[in-house]
T-cell receptor, first 113, second 110 residues
Framework: DVKVTQSSRYLVKRTGEKVFLECVQDMDHENMFWYRQDPGLGLRLIYF???????EKGDIPEGYSVSREKKERFSLILESASTNQTSMYLCASRTSGETDTQYFGPGTRLTVL | AQRVTQPEKLLSVFKGAPVELKCNYSYSGSPELFWYVQYSRQRLQLLLRHISRESIKGFTADLNKGETSFHLKKPFAQEEDSAMYYCALRGVSNTGKLIFGQGTTLQVKP
């Protein structure tokens, strides 16, 4: 069974803080993704990584960066948190080939005060 | 531009009634389309994909290229179907990037 875990379920930070969200998958997937989920807007892709140290911007990368030093771990970094980054953050990991499914983590609810 | 539109934020039906969750897409080429579901307090998970042409939990979805639609249907809704449903389109790249719609909350009343 594929497992995608995220370091925190709930996080409260102050404006201007540097925030790290961690995601780990245990299925040796090459591709990993960070989304934010907002009511009425659906899921929007922030960044994705197609291999170690490889990354590509998604649709809303401003204010975020990522790090993929090891295949199993994909980190999302908010360099200076702002209130408009209050959201649910979802990490996903992808198989390739015939099934081609994205497996999602449980999400991190981030509140920036 | 690639886009997925789910026109309904909320769909409320009674148990046993038919359900149709609408999804329209904009894409140049042969799309791959998916439905993902998120039950209360659970993680988002794949419900079905169009290439499999399968029925999962009684749900089916047919890709209509002429109308650029991929509506999700179930003939008789159950209370346990209440959830958030997202339609998604896979882009052209090999990285499997998905473009999601805005989501529709399905509420099945007893």
């Amino acid at each position: 069974d594929v497992k995608v875990t995220q370091s925190s379920r709930y996080l409260v930070k102050r404006t201007g803080e540097k925030v790290f969200l961690e995601c780990v998958q245990d299925m040796d997937h090459e591709n990993m993704f960070w989304y934010r989920q907002d009511p009425g807007l659906g899921l929007r892709l922030i960044y994705f990584s197609y291999d170690v140290k490889m990354k590509e911007k998604g649709d809303i990368p401003e204010g975020y960066s990522v790090s993929r030093e090891k295949k199993e771990r994909f980190s999302l970094i908010l360099e200076s948190a702002s209130t408009n980054q209050t959201s649910m953050y979802l990490c996903a990991s992808r198989t390739s080939g015939e099934t081609d499914t994205q497996y999602f983590g449980p999400g991190t609810r981030l509140t920036v005060l | 531009a690639q886009r997925v539109t789910q026109p309904e934020k909320l769909l409320s039906v009674f148990k046993g009634a038919p359900v149709e969750l609408k999804c329209n897409y904009s894409y140049s080429g042969s799309p791959e389309l998916f439905w993902y579901v998120q039950y209360s307090r659970q993680r988002l998970q794949l419900l079905l994909r169009h290439i499999s042409r399968e029925s999962i939990k009684g749900f089916t979805a047919d890709l209509n290229k002429g109308e650029t639609s991929f509506h999700l249907k179930k003939p008789f809704a159950q209370e346990e179907d209440s959830a958030m449903y997202y339609c998604a389109l896979r882009g052209v790249s090999n990285t499997g990037k998905l473009i999601f719609g805005q989501g529709t909350t399905l509420q099945v009343k007893p």
